[in-house]
């Protein structure tokens, strides 16, 4: 029992509370992290730095000290250092300032891992308190204030915030940052907050303190009375609560009263103590009266009452003031320095109108717009100091009994001065920067009752805390003279807490009963959000060395060493151990000392069980007045589990003689096996891989008797009770009780009737069975009828004990014994396990109902004697009863049956699925870890849950929709195959052997769910399940990809809309929005890092994104024009009514009959069913916009998409689809047509060129099939064709340019495909003459290998069409060496194409001449 420190309250989101006050400093350190990384939340120490390395004035310290001190790495900086920092005395508020700003931390309480109640300090508020400029906090208190409920018993009611600023400005303020009362006391900055409240006499004649405030200024002390500023606090809250309330304004309240003393007589001054009010004794009093009045002085005979403070600082280090309180008359010693003993107090008019605060609104404005009036302070002279003109005092700390007073300094001392006799008692040195805190300790009960002073008031015990940053070290001192009796290790960096106050508003009468809930120090350590506070035993402060308490101590220490030493004797320890527990005479450390023991892993179960009883027998033979009740106790119940313990350890070494009896259970169990075989064959080979484990973590790790100890407990009427603990500690338990027996190497019996002897509850011994069977599943797949049977023969002998199954249970309803296997396996992820569990108690269930059922018909041949000795007029009756009794069972009988079977189906669906998810997915795909399931996980994901499995699965198993599709309906087909009958078997039984395993496996769990994963169902879940992940990591483009594929695979148009309207408002329309502004500003296709920054995608995924968007809304305008009437996928432009009926009928949803039960949210096709329709033109708008994006991005062509539309077009965009609004009708500009005619014929262009680089630039024909994606797909003309249609653009046109674009790139059999589709030919045929004649001047004046017939050729040209094909560019062609039976064909054409009266007719002639000819003299 030595000193102890211990976590109480722990603080949540620290760092939020740095963050926030430390925000223009991390701003800081975000512009400079390129200087250096490390000193990201490191503040400016050069202060206290150069003040511990500059040692000339100072006195020097020890070099071990400073390497002590030095700062360990990868510790938090002090942030907390540079904040204001103030814990109610009841631990429920911290308040933590910096600057302007501060946060506010509440008590509350959470449930943690282990199920324990903790209590954690967590954010209420945070703001801004200062409301001048310029003004900083630079002290904080928080005040407690007692309730004035009768119902009270010593918890606070509110607790006030006090705050002093640089202003002089001291500011109250409720636990939600309301500020009540605010007031200038005097124009310095406040140094110091500090209060004192009422404390309960321990001793007769002891001065009773009164409750006041001190506010410390740098030459002025401020005191508050505390029943007057109680009383003003209350009547703010009360009226800030009314004002609120009424939605009305707070007035304002009047000025609090005060006593302003203007402290003289010292240089400077850092802190203060107000040690109360005080009396000099009539020794003390004619001293000072000689010293000072001389030898004539006189004295009167009642020496006054003095307020003493004691104040720290410089020139003198430590002064003392007394100031006289009321009006008495000032002693003659005390006339020079009491000059004035009328107090200069600020005090307030409170006969009228002090409870409501009645004031008129003008005086009300008058009064804020004065500048507040400071009253002068009444000068006060100290009484005397303690000189030392070198050291300078930092911070002092007074001590509960108001007596003593801990000064730290400069110097790194702590002083501990007498402040009756005004002298320095102790000193200690070495404690730079420390900070003090006083613990005072109430002697206990018990060892006051024993004692021959028991009459007496219980002693207390004083004791200092000093905790020294530095060195890291909390260090606790008895006093006055005492030793050093703690000392604990904490981090650098940590905070001591000490208010040295309690309640505000407790007097001697409200106090009476009470029991203050208060701590007293309490350390903050800012690296982990621990709060800590210290516990002292009162015999650390005795210093008697034949107190039987410290003899004591020192036997339970030696035994601690011993225990700790690793290679003691065992026969040592058993003699050591049994030595020091008889010698102890306090049952308290007597009952610690033999807890240690029984904790001890090292001492074995022998040494354990002799010692504990030998210590009960002893206690024995003591007389029963001197006996601890609790301690006999203790040593009983261990003594009874530790013969449990070697029971159960001999029977586990022993031989299994029970023989299994083969009944028709057993039998029936067996067929049950061989049909779930081949499952449980295929889930262990997916299960159970090589992994590597530790030995430490292994289920045949013995459990050890300490183990086993504080598992188990003994209640008062001797049964054994298993507290549950960590399932680890629960599974090993279970382990050691039971895996012998379903080994078969421990005899099941007499395990179990050890186990009943005992006392054990049959529910916790049916739970540890079950929780060790479902563990080892592993284990029990390897042999599974061995260990079934042995199961078999452990749950009917457990069903069998006292208390398992009530003899009065209704047949009508559930086993509650039975129940709880069920929940068991419902519960457990382990799917082969629970389900061969469940086959083993659904006939150990059956058996044990049959016989209950038997023993009850034995019973009737008994009472049908019975029935022959009564009446006759009465034996029907009594018939009727017996018959209905016996139909009563067997319908008992059929609902338990009832509810096994459900259970079994469940279980067999379950571990089909968990088979399929076990597979393992291909190396490098994303989804994460497999997700163990089981029936409840399954129940409770509703209807959808199991959908939602599989479609996780699939894209983990990277399926492609084609080949889930595939799979499906092989399924269909297979089914077909089954209904028709014949010849079906040999086939189907090659197709199964055939198939992939993943197909096969998949194919089974669809079989086992034919309605929750119906085709329609997975394809819509595997479209969300895609498009969820793609939301994720956006730049995976293919995850939208296959969503969208998915989402074309589903047959119902009704789910298809749904899914694809929650997948557009949902994930796809804020991108795209994004997209469509960041196009918008750039002009043109944008790069990399802008689509990072504004879209959070790359360029490449972008275009991959806007490609799927598109896809998406063609589904939905298809979709559309399905369901509603008379409306095609065409036809749309006039179309803008969403509400007509609809011609297919919604499809209804069902899930399997043993699944009915599931309950939570609803699936994804239940909400796409849920979705409104969409409206089509504006589906159709975005679908353009859409369009517009991909192509650009495609192509890279400069557009700005959004200023293709007019204002009506642009307010339609990005809105809800199911909404109608306002659409572009009519004709439209005629520049903005032409900005779109150039677009589309800029993306013509575009995919020309790049189809050009597989058929120009390569010798593959042309007839060769474009790809279905990307810039080269062939469906971009018509797409372009679509786009110009509905954009007002003449499609003619755009023909025209792509068959020219053909021609131009040397495409000519393409050309003549799209030609076909050219309606006006005249025009088209002027055009390409143009481009026949730049391939003709390109083959006679501008090609390099000239023929001597193209010169002659030439010659005899026209002289018209020579200078016509001299002013032709070639340059314009991006392919000129085209063949001269490609031109000749185009002449050909074009003669076809332009009329007779054409003006260039005949130049076309010309140009076929001069062509055949060329054609000719190449041939020859």
Same mark, same amino acid.
């Given at each position: 029992?030595?000193?102890?420190?211990?976590?109480?309250?722990?603080?949540?989101?620290?760092?939020?509370?740095?963050?926030?006050?430390?925000?223009?400093?991390?701003?800081?350190?975000?512009?400079?992290?390129?200087?250096?990384?490390?000193?990201?939340?490191?503040?400016?120490?050069?202060?206290?730095?150069?003040?511990?390395?500059?040692?000339?004035?100072?006195?020097?310290?020890?070099?071990?000290?400073?390497?002590?001190?030095?700062?360990?790495?990868?510790?938090?900086?002090?942030?907390?250092?540079?904040?204001?920092?103030?814990?109610?005395?009841?631990?429920?508020?911290?308040?933590?300032?910096?600057?302007?700003?501060?946060?506010?931390?509440?008590?509350?309480?959470?449930?943690?891992?282990?199920?324990?109640?903790?209590?954690?300090?967590?954010?209420?508020?945070?703001?801004?308190?200062?409301?001048?400029?310029?003004?900083?906090?630079?002290?904080?208190?928080?005040?407690?204030?007692?309730?004035?409920?009768?119902?009270?018993?010593?918890?606070?009611?509110?607790?006030?915030?006090?705050?002093?600023?640089?202003?002089?400005?001291?500011?109250?303020?409720?636990?939600?940052?309301?500020?009540?009362?605010?007031?200038?006391?005097?124009?310095?900055?406040?140094?110091?907050?500090?209060?004192?409240?009422?404390?309960?006499?321990?001793?007769?004649?002891?001065?009773?303190?009164?409750?006041?405030?001190?506010?410390?200024?740098?030459?002025?002390?401020?005191?508050?009375?505390?029943?007057?500023?109680?009383?003003?606090?209350?009547?703010?809250?009360?009226?800030?609560?009314?004002?609120?309330?009424?939605?009305?304004?707070?007035?304002?309240?009047?000025?609090?009263?005060?006593?302003?003393?203007?402290?003289?007589?010292?240089?400077?001054?850092?802190?203060?103590?107000?040690?109360?009010?005080?009396?000099?004794?009539?020794?003390?009093?004619?001293?000072?009266?000689?010293?000072?009045?001389?030898?004539?002085?006189?004295?009167?005979?009642?020496? $006054?009452?003095?307020?003493?403070?004691?104040?720290?600082?410089?020139?003198?280090?430590?002064?003392?003031?007394?100031?006289?309180?009321?009006?008495?008359?000032?002693?003659?010693?005390?006339?020079?320095?009491?000059?004035?003993?009328?107090?200069?107090?600020?005090?307030?008019?409170?006969?009228?109108?002090?409870?409501?605060?009645?004031?008129?609104?003008?005086?009300?404005?008058?009064?804020?717009?004065?500048?507040?009036?400071?009253?002068?302070?009444?000068?006060?002279?100290?009484?005397?100091?303690?000189?030392?003109?070198?050291?300078?005092?930092?911070?002092?700390?007074?001590?509960?009994?108001?007596?003593?007073?801990?000064?730290?300094?400069?110097?790194?001392?702590?002083?501990?001065?007498?402040?009756?006799?005004?002298?320095?008692?102790?000193?200690?040195?070495?404690?730079?920067?420390?900070?003090?805190?006083?613990?005072?300790?109430?002697?206990?009960?018990?060892?006051?009752?024993?004692?021959?002073?028991?009459?007496?008031?219980?002693?207390?015990?004083?004791?200092?805390?000093?905790?020294?940053?530095?060195?890291?070290?909390?260090?606790?001192?008895?006093?006055?003279?005492?030793?050093?009796?703690?000392?604990?290790?904490?981090?650098?960096?940590?905070?001591?807490?000490?208010?040295?106050?309690?309640?505000?508003?407790?007097?001697?009468?409200?106090?009476?009963?009470?029991?203050?809930?208060?701590?007293?120090?309490?350390?903050?350590?800012?690296?982990?959000?621990?709060?800590?506070?210290?516990?002292?035993?009162?015999?650390?402060?005795?210093?008697?060395?034949?107190?039987?308490?410290?003899?004591?101590?020192?036997?339970?220490?030696?035994?601690?060493?011993?225990?700790?030493?690793?290679?003691?004797? $065992?026969?040592?320890?058993?003699?050591?151990?049994?030595?020091?527990?008889?010698?102890?005479?306090?049952?308290?450390?007597?009952?610690?000392?033999?807890?240690?023991?029984?904790?001890?892993?090292?001492?074995?179960?022998?040494?354990?069980?002799?010692?504990?009883?030998?210590?009960?027998?002893?206690?024995?033979?003591?007389?029963?007045?001197?006996?601890?009740?609790?301690?006999?106790?203790?040593?009983?119940?261990?003594?009874?589990?530790?013969?449990?313990?070697?029971?159960?350890?001999?029977?586990?070494?022993?031989?299994?003689?029970?023989?299994?009896?083969?009944?028709?259970?057993?039998?029936?169990?067996?067929?049950?096996?061989?049909?779930?075989?081949?499952?449980?064959?295929?889930?262990?080979?997916?299960?159970?891989?090589?992994?590597?484990?530790?030995?430490?973590?292994?289920?045949?790790?013995?459990?050890?008797?300490?183990?086993?100890?504080?598992?188990?407990?003994?209640?008062?009427?001797?049964?054994?009770?298993?507290?549950?603990?960590?399932?680890?500690?629960?599974?090993?338990?279970?382990?050691?009780?039971?895996?012998?027996?379903?080994?078969?190497?421990?005899?099941?019996?007499?395990?179990?009737?050890?186990?009943?002897?005992?006392?054990?509850?049959?529910?916790?011994?049916?739970?540890?069975?079950?929780?060790?069977?479902?563990?080892?599943?592993?284990?029990?797949?390897?042999?599974?009828?061995?260990?079934?049977?042995?199961?078999?023969?452990?749950?009917?002998?457990?069903?069998?004990?006292?208390?398992?199954?009530?003899?009065?249970?209704?047949?009508?309803?559930?086993?509650?014994?039975?129940?709880?296997?069920?929940?068991?396996?419902?519960?457990?992820?382990?799917?082969?396990?629970?389900?061969?569990?469940?086959?083993?108690?659904?006939?150990?269930?059956?058996?044990?109902?049959?016989?209950?059922?038997?023993?009850?018909?034995?019973?009737?041949?008994?009472?049908?004697?019975?029935?022959?000795?009564?009446?006759?007029?009465?034996?029907?009756?009594?018939?009727?009863?017996?018959?209905?009794?016996?139909?009563?069972?067997?319908?008992?009988?059929?609902?338990?049956?009832?509810?096994?079977?459900?259970?079994?189906?469940?279980?067999?669906?379950?571990?089909?699925?968990?088979?399929?998810?076990?597979?393992?997915?291909?190396?490098?795909?994303?989804?994460?870890?497999?997700?163990?399931?089981?029936?409840?996980?399954?129940?409770?994901?509703?209807?959808?849950?199991?959908?939602?499995?599989?479609?996780?699965?699939?894209?983990?198993?990277?399926?492609?929709?084609?080949?889930?599709?595939?799979?499906?309906?092989?399924?269909?087909?297979?089914?077909?195959?089954?209904?028709?009958?014949?010849?079906?078997?040999?086939?189907?039984?090659?197709?199964?052997?055939?198939?992939?395993?993943?197909?096969?496996?998949?194919?089974?769990?669809?079989?086992?769910?034919?309605?929750?994963?119906?085709?329609?169902?997975?394809?819509?879940?595997?479209?969300?399940?895609?498009?969820?992940?793609?939301?994720?990591?956006?730049?995976?483009?293919?995850?939208?990809?296959?969503?969208?594929?998915?989402?074309?695979?589903?047959?119902?148009?009704?789910?298809?809309?749904?899914?694809?309207?929650?997948?557009?408002?949902?994930?796809?329309?804020?991108?795209?929005?994004?997209?469509?502004?960041?196009?918008?500003?750039?002009?043109?296709?944008?790069?990399?890092?802008?689509?990072?920054?504004?879209?959070?995608?790359?360029?490449?995924?972008?275009?991959?994104?806007?490609?799927?968007?598109?896809?998406?809304?063609?589904?939905?305008?298809?979709?559309?024009?399905?369901?509603?009437?008379?409306?095609?996928?065409?036809?749309?432009?006039?179309?803008?009514?969403?509400?007509?009926?609809?011609?297919?009928?919604?499809?209804?949803?069902?899930?399997?009959?043993?699944?009915?039960?599931?309950?939570?949210?609803?699936?994804?096709?239940?909400?796409?069913?849920?979705?409104?329709?969409?409206?089509?033109?504006?589906?159709?708008?975005?679908?353009?916009?859409?369009?517009?994006?991909?192509?650009?991005?495609?192509?890279?062509?400069?557009?700005?998409?959004?200023?293709?539309?007019?204002?009506?077009?642009?307010?339609?965009?990005?809105?809800?689809?199911?909404?109608?609004?306002?659409?572009?009708?009519?004709?439209?500009?005629?520049?903005?047509?032409?900005?779109?005619?150039?677009?589309?014929?800029?993306?013509?262009?575009?995919?020309?060129?790049?189809?050009?680089?597989?058929?120009?630039?390569?010798?593959?024909?042309?007839?060769? $099939?474009?790809?279905?994606?990307?810039?080269?797909?062939?469906?971009?003309?018509?797409?372009?064709?679509?786009?110009?249609?509905?954009?007002?653009?003449?499609?003619?046109?755009?023909?025209?340019?792509?068959?020219?674009?053909?021609?131009?790139?040397?495409?000519?059999?393409?050309?003549?495909?799209?030609?076909?589709?050219?309606?006006?030919?005249?025009?088209?045929?002027?055009?390409?003459?143009?481009?026949?004649?730049?391939?003709?001047?390109?083959?006679?004046?501008?090609?390099?290998?000239?023929?001597?017939?193209?010169?002659?050729?030439?010659?005899?040209?026209?002289?018209?069409?020579?200078?016509?094909?001299?002013?032709?560019?070639?340059?314009?062609?991006?392919?000129?060496?085209?063949?001269?039976?490609?031109?000749?064909?185009?002449?050909?054409?074009?003669?076809?194409?332009? $009329?007779?009266?054409?003006?260039?007719?005949?130049?076309?002639?010309?140009?076929?001449?001069?062509?055949?000819?060329?054609?000719?003299?190449?041939?020859?």
């Amino acid at each position: 029992m030595s000193c102890s420190l211990f976590e109480f309250c722990r603080l949540q989101e620290l760092r939020t509370v740095r963050d926030f006050l430390f925000q223009n400093q991390s701003k800081e350190s975000l512009e400079e992290k390129n200087q250096t990384e490390e000193n990201e939340l490191s503040w400016d120490t050069s202060d206290w730095e150069s003040g511990w390395d500059n040692g000339d004035n100072k006195e020097e310290e020890s070099t071990s000290l400073s390497k002590a001190e030095e700062e360990p790495p990868g510790q938090s900086q002090p942030w907390l250092q540079d904040c204001v920092v103030s814990l109610s005395p009841c631990a429920d508020l911290l308040v933590v300032a910096r600057e302007q700003k501060a946060v506010f931390l509440s008590a509350k309480w959470r449930t943690d891992q282990s199920g324990r109640e903790e209590m954690t300090l967590a954010v209420s508020w945070s703001g801004t308190l200062s409301t001048e400029e310029g003004e900083s906090v630079s002290s904080v208190i928080a005040i407690p204030l007692a309730s004035q409920k009768r119902s009270s018993t010593g918890r606070p009611d509110w607790t006030c915030i006090v705050v002093g600023f640089t202003s002089g400005y001291v500011r109250f303020y409720t636990e939600s940052g309301v500020l009540l009362l605010a007031q200038l006391l005097h124009v310095d900055p406040v140094l110091r907050l500090k209060c004192r409240t009422y404390e309960i006499p321990r001793h007769p004649g002891v001065t009773e303190q009164h409750e006041e405030l001190s506010i410390l200024y740098p030459a002025a002390l401020v005191t508050i009375d505390g029943f007057s500023l109680f009383q003003s606090l209350r009547a703010c809250r009360n009226q800030v609560a009314r004002a609120a309330a009424a939605g009305s304004d707070v007035v304002p309240p009047p000025p609090l009263a005060y006593k302003k003393w203007g402290l003289q007589e010292m240089d400077t001054i850092v802190d203060h103590s107000s040690a109360g009010v005080m009396t000099l004794c009539v020794f003390d009093q004619m001293k000072n009266a000689s010293i000072l009045g001389g030898f004539h002085a006189s004295v009167k005979g009642s020496p $006054p009452a003095m307020s003493q403070f004691v104040t720290v600082g410089s020139g003198p280090y430590t002064g003392f003031y007394y100031a006289v309180e009321g009006n008495s008359q000032p002693l003659l010693s005390h006339v020079a320095l009491a000059v004035a003993s009328k107090l200069t107090s600020a005090l307030f008019n409170a006969a009228s109108g002090w409870l409501g605060w009645n004031k008129n609104k003008s005086e009300e404005e008058a009064a804020q717009k004065q500048k507040p009036k400071v009253e002068p302070a009444t000068p006060l002279g100290i009484r005397f100091g303690l000189p030392d003109s070198r050291r300078h005092g930092e911070s002092i700390c007074l001590s509960p009994c108001n007596t003593l007073a801990g000064v730290t300094d400069d110097f790194g001392r702590v002083a501990l001065l007498d402040l009756a006799r005004g002298v320095t008692i102790r000193m200690w040195k070495g404690y730079r920067d420390a900070q003090l805190g006083w613990l005072q300790v109430q002697e206990e009960r018990g060892d006051r009752e024993f004692s021959p002073s028991a009459s007496l008031p219980r002693r207390h015990a004083l004791f200092l805390i000093i905790y020294t940053p530095r060195r890291g070290i909390l260090e606790v001192w008895a006093m006055q003279r005492g030793p050093r009796v703690g000392a604990f290790t904490v981090g650098k960096y940590c905070r001591l807490l000490y208010a040295g106050y309690h309640l505000m508003g407790v007097n001697s009468v409200t106090s009476q009963g009470w029991q203050l809930h208060t701590q007293q120090v309490c350390l903050l350590d800012p690296t982990t959000g621990a709060l800590r506070t210290i516990s002292i035993p009162f015999h650390l402060a005795l210093s008697d060395k034949k107190n039987e308490r410290a003899k004591d101590m020192h036997l339970l220490k030696r035994l601690s060493a011993v225990l700790k030493s690793r290679d003691v004797d $065992p026969d040592a320890l058993e003699r050591e151990a049994k030595s020091a527990l008889l010698e102890i005479k306090h049952p308290a450390i007597k009952k610690q000392a033999l807890e240690s023991l029984l904790s001890n892993k090292n001492a074995p179960v022998s040494c354990l069980t002799n010692v504990t009883s030998a210590l009960h027998d002893a206690l024995k033979q003591q007389e029963a007045d001197e006996v601890e009740t609790s301690l006999l106790q203790l040593c009983s119940s261990h003594l009874k589990l530790l013969q449990l313990y070697t029971d159960i350890q001999q029977l586990q070494s022993a031989a299994n003689t029970d023989v299994c009896s083969q009944n028709d259970s057993l039998e029936g169990l067996e067929e049950e096996l061989s049909r779930v075989e081949p499952t449980l064959q295929r889930y262990a080979q997916l299960s159970f891989k090589p992994s590597v484990s530790f030995a430490q973590d292994s289920p045949d790790t013995p459990l050890s008797a300490q183990a086993f100890l504080t598992q188990l407990e003994v209640t008062e009427d001797g049964r054994v009770k298993v507290n549950r603990g960590s399932d680890a500690e629960w599974n090993q338990l279970g382990n050691f009780l039971f895996w012998g027996c379903l080994c078969g190497k421990s005899p099941t019996h007499k395990v179990c009737d050890t186990l009943q002897l005992a006392g054990f509850s049959p529910q916790q011994l049916l739970s540890l069975l079950m929780s060790v069977w479902l563990q080892r599943e592993k284990e029990v797949l390897q042999k599974p009828v061995e260990t079934v049977k042995q199961l078999y023969t452990l749950l009917i002998a457990l069903s069998n004990m006292e208390g398992a199954v009530e003899e009065s249970w209704d047949p009508q309803s559930v086993s509650p014994w039975w129940q709880q296997v069920r929940l068991t396996c419902i519960q457990s992820h382990n799917a082969a396990a629970a389900l061969l569990a469940a086959l083993v108690a659904h006939c150990a269930a059956k058996t044990s109902i049959t016989s209950r059922a038997d023993s009850k018909v034995e019973r009737l041949p008994a009472n049908m004697e019975a029935i022959s000795q009564v009446p006759s007029a009465e034996i029907p009756t009594l018939r009727f009863s017996a018959v209905f009794q016996l139909q009563s069972e067997w319908e008992a009988v059929s609902l338990e049956l009832e509810q096994w079977v459900v259970c079994v189906r469940q279980l067999e669906d379950m571990l089909v699925l968990q088979a399929l998810l076990l597979v393992p997915s291909p190396q490098g795909t994303a989804g994460g870890a497999v997700v163990q399931c089981s029936i409840k996980t399954l129940l409770e994901g509703g209807t959808g849950g199991i959908a939602d499995s599989v479609s996780k699965w699939v894209f983990r198993q990277n399926i492609t929709p084609e080949r889930l599709k595939e799979i499906l309906l092989s399924k269909e087909t297979e089914d077909e195959k089954k209904q028709k009958g014949d010849g079906g078997g040999a086939e189907e039984k090659r197709s199964h052997e055939e198939a992939d395993r993943t197909a096969e496996l998949l194919l089974a769990v669809c079989q086992r769910f034919p309605d929750s994963l119906s085709p329609d169902l997975l394809f819509a879940h595997c479209s969300w399940e895609y498009v969820v992940q793609w939301n994720k990591d956006p730049e995976e483009a293919r995850y939208f990809f296959s969503a969208v594929e998915h989402l074309k695979l589903i047959s119902s148009p009704h789910i298809q809309l749904g899914i694809s309207s929650m997948m557009w408002s949902t994930f796809v329309v804020k991108r795209f929005s994004a997209a469509a502004f960041l196009m918008e500003k750039v002009g043109k296709a944008p790069k990399d890092r802008l689509c990072r920054r504004d879209v959070g995608i790359g360029d490449k995924a972008m275009t991959s994104f806007l490609g799927c968007c598109v896809q998406l809304l063609q589904i939905l305008m298809e979709v559309t024009g399905i369901l509603v009437r008379n409306q095609s996928s065409l036809s749309f432009m006039a179309f803008y009514a969403d509400s007509a009926m609809e011609e297919v009928r919604a499809p209804e949803l069902s899930v399997e009959e043993v699944w009915s039960g599931a309950e939570g949210p609803a699936s994804i096709a239940q909400l796409a069913l849920e979705q409104r329709g969409v409206h089509y033109p504006l589906v159709q708008h975005h679908w353009l916009l859409a369009s517009i994006l991909h192509a650009a991005m495609s192509f890279t062509v400069k557009v700005k998409p959004l200023s293709q539309f007019d204002s009506k077009g642009k307010n339609a965009f990005f809105r809800d689809l199911t909404t109608i609004q306002l659409m572009p009708s009519g004709d439209m500009d005629p520049g903005l047509v032409s900005l779109r005619q150039e677009f589309l014929l800029r993306v013509l262009t575009g995919w020309v060129q790049a189809i050009d680089d597989t058929f120009c630039s390569t010798s593959l024909p042309a007839s060769t $099939p474009l790809p279905s994606d990307g810039p080269k797909a062939d469906w971009w003309p018509s797409l372009c064709i679509d786009l110009g249609s509905l954009l007002q653009v003449n499609p003619d046109i755009l023909r025209r340019h792509l068959v020219c674009e053909l021609y131009n790139q040397g495409l000519d059999l393409r050309a003549e495909e799209a030609m076909l589709q050219v309606e006006d030919k005249e025009v088209l045929g002027s055009q390409l003459l143009v481009l026949t004649g730049q391939r003709l001047s390109y083959s006679l004046l501008h090609s390099q290998n000239q023929t001597q017939a193209a010169m002659e050729l030439l010659a005899r040209l026209p002289p018209t069409l020579c200078t016509w094909l001299k002013a032709m560019d070639p340059s314009e062609l991006r392919c000129p060496l085209v063949s001269l039976s490609k031109t000749s064909r185009l002449v050909s054409r074009l003669i076809e194409m332009l $009329p007779e009266n054409h003006a260039q007719y005949s130049l076309a002639l010309h140009l076929l001449e001069a062509v055949d000819v060329l054609t000719l003299s190449a041939e020859g």
